[in-house]
């Protein structure tokens, strides 16, 4: 079992940045993909970025990609996730998610998830 803790979120102008941490507890952290998800008021929770297990592999959906960066540090059990160029419409709850199967970009695949941190980016 893999029990997940996110940190990092806040309140931050548009055109800032903040760094999400995803942090593990459990020894098979490192065989686990671990995803990003967010979700806004009366939306579905939504892919963001994901990582392989072996950090060789990363996705993004077309909204981020560019300004976001997902990376993992499996010594020390966490997941980062650097939001540069900040958009009021990042705004959410981000969640990180750990699944063993290779369909990372979609939500039912993940078997744990942590319990989310706010993002607020005011215009």
């Known amino acids: 079992q893999v029990q997940l803790v996110e940190s990092g979120g806040g309140l931050v102008q548009t055109g800032g940045s903040l760094r999400l941490s995803c942090a593990a507890s459990g020894r098979t952290f490192s065989t686990y993909n671990i995803g990003w998800f967010r979700q806004s008021p009366g939306k579905e929770r939504e892919f963001v970025a994901a990582?392989?297990?072996?950090?060789?592999?990363?996705y993004y959906t077309d909204s981020v990609r560019g300004r976001f960066t997902i990376s993992r540090d499996n010594a020390k059990n966490t997941v980062y996730l650097q939001m540069n160029s900040l958009k009021p419409e990042d705004t959410a709850v981000y969640y990180c998610?750990?699944?063993?199967?290779?369909?990372?970009?979609?939500?039912?695949?993940?078997?744990?998830w942590g319990q989310g941190t706010q993002v607020t980016v005011s215009s």
């Open positions: 990582i392989s297990w072996n950090g060789v592999s990363t």
């Open positions: 998610a750990a699944n063993r199967r290779g369909r990372v970009r979609i939500r039912d695949d993940y078997d744990y």
